[in-house]
């Protein structure tokens, strides 16, 4: 049934489109969501490696993507209560991968981030990767990559603004 209706979208935008505009248009949401699926496989399994569990690995990716943060602002971003949360640190400050500290502007918050060991934990992780990435994006031409570099900023910044717009629930069915 979901390709029946991805097929009749294709299909119309052929139509109003023209045959380039509706592969792009279904192609490359399909093709965005394959490489975000093996992204995310990927840093999984880098993270199970380091022996981490699925929320200890997704609250070191977002402080690894964003920086440190207050707790409250974790617990938000792994869709975690906030006792829990405070669990979470705990675990992953006990092996080294985070400290927290004061918030020197409001001494009611505490401010978590990756410790120098978490840091390296997601550089060795991702080194690996980022040189694989780098020895393909070296293939691509200037010109190419003056318009694949953008295109590649959008997609972050569209992705970016969705998990934020679902984690607030602004706009969401429930």
């Given amino acids: 049934m979901a390709e029946l209706g991805q097929h009749e979208i294709g299909r119309r935008e052929t139509v109003r489109r023209g045959a380039a505009a509706a592969t792009a248009r279904v192609a490359g949401p399909l093709l965005t969501t394959r490489l975000f699926i093996s992204v995310d496989a990927l840093f999984s399994q880098l993270r199970r490696e380091a022996g981490l569990g699925p929320n200890e690995r997704v609250a070191v990716e977002c402080l690894w ?12 971003r792994t869709a975690v209560t906030r006792a829990a949360v405070t669990t979470l640190v705990d ?14 502007a409001d ?17 060795a992780s991702t080194r690996p990767w ?6 393909v994006f070296d293939e691509l031409p200037p010109e190419t990559w003056a318009q694949v570099g953008p295109l590649l900023g959008k997609l972050y910044e569209t992705t970016r603004s969705e998990a934020d717009r679902m984690r607030t629930g602004v706009g969401v069915a429930h």
């Fill in 65 to 76: 993507e964003f920086g440190a943060m207050p707790m409250s602002e974790l617990a938000d």
């Fill in 91 to 104: 675990r992953l400050e006990k092996t080294g991968i985070v400290v927290r500290d004061g918030d020197l």
């Fill in 107 to 123: 001494r009611r918050r505490t401010i978590v981030q990756l410790s120098a060991a978490g840091q390296e934990l997601c550089a």
């Fill in 130 to 135: 980022f040189d694989a990435l780098g020895e």
